[in-house]
């Protein structure tokens, strides 16, 4: 009679515990706080993320005339980025999305839990929840910021598959627009102890003749802890900065 529990018990747990909680136990961890690491030939990660940009389709060519960027080669002094506007009337600390948020120069964490994976950026401490449970996309919620993220375990990756963006931001600091159809894939892949590498793929047909690719680069940063940053009192942060840098007595 015991053996006959214990299988039945053992059978119950085979049934309750999903594939994709047993995949998440045995995933590896990519948890901890990381920052962006670029080489002399990889400075274009500064503000985009191809050396040579996809083609651009007749509809972006008429979306990015409005783009006013303060970085590229386009960059004017009047810019009015969404996220970081330099005119005296325009607003903004607006969501910088998804990819462009990689592009700003601060770190992010990641928790990693049994069906979810959490992101937390430093910038404004935006958020990403990466839903590894097997649910499908969300289709009901519309078009939003940092859009609507699931993923799977590939072996020792992690697919992050993203859609339901609006067209508000920009996909990357130089003003390059995308539509609405944007399709972000994103390859988790902890090379070693120290290092993740994230396989960036971007597809916008509306937008773009063909998609971009990218390959970007984290170090891990032990004894880091995600600070508070503000983008409407950037101004203080700049303070808290200065006084990080400042040798200790």
């Known amino acids: 009679m015991r053996h006959c529990a214990s299988f039945l018990s ?16 045995l995933a590896p961890d990519l948890s901890g706080v990381w920052s962006m690491r670029s080489t002399p030939a990889t400075r274009y990660l500064g503000s985009t993320f191809m050396a040579q940009t996809p083609t651009m389709t007749p509809w972006a060519v008429e979306k990015i005339k409005g783009n006013k960027p303060s970085f590229g080669p386009n960059g004017v002094a009047d810019s009015n980025d969404p996220v970081n506007p330099t005119t005296g009337d325009a607003i903004g600390c607006f969501p910088p999305g998804v990819p462009r948020i990689y592009l700003h120069p601060f770190p992010m964490e990641i928790i990693q839990t049994p069906g979810r994976v959490l992101m937390i950026y430093e910038f404004n401490h935006f958020v990403r929840q990466i839903f590894t449970d097997g ?38 600091r130089m003003g390059h627009p995308h539509s609405e159809d944007m399709h972000v894939v994103e390859r988790f892949h902890r090379v070693d102890a120290n290092t993740l590498k994230i396989d960036l793929t971007i597809e916008d ?12 680069t984290f170090q891990l940063r032990k004894g880091w802890n995600i600070t508070e940053m503000v983008c409407e009192d950037n101004a203080t942060f700049n303070e808290f900065l200065k006084t990080e840098e400042r040798p200790a007595k």
Do not use: C
């Open 10 to 25: 053992a059978a119950l747990f085979a049934v309750l515990v999903s594939p994709f909680m047993l995949q998440a136990q």
């Open 205 to 216: 047909p509306k937008a773009y003749t063909k998609p971009w690719t990218s390959e970007l």
């Open 135 to 172: 649910r499908k996309h969300n289709t009901d919620l519309g078009p939003t910021w940092m859009g609507d993220s699931i993923g799977k375990w590939e072996g020792d990756t992690l697919v992050a598959d993203t859609i339901g963006f609006n067209d508000k931001t920009w996909l990357d």
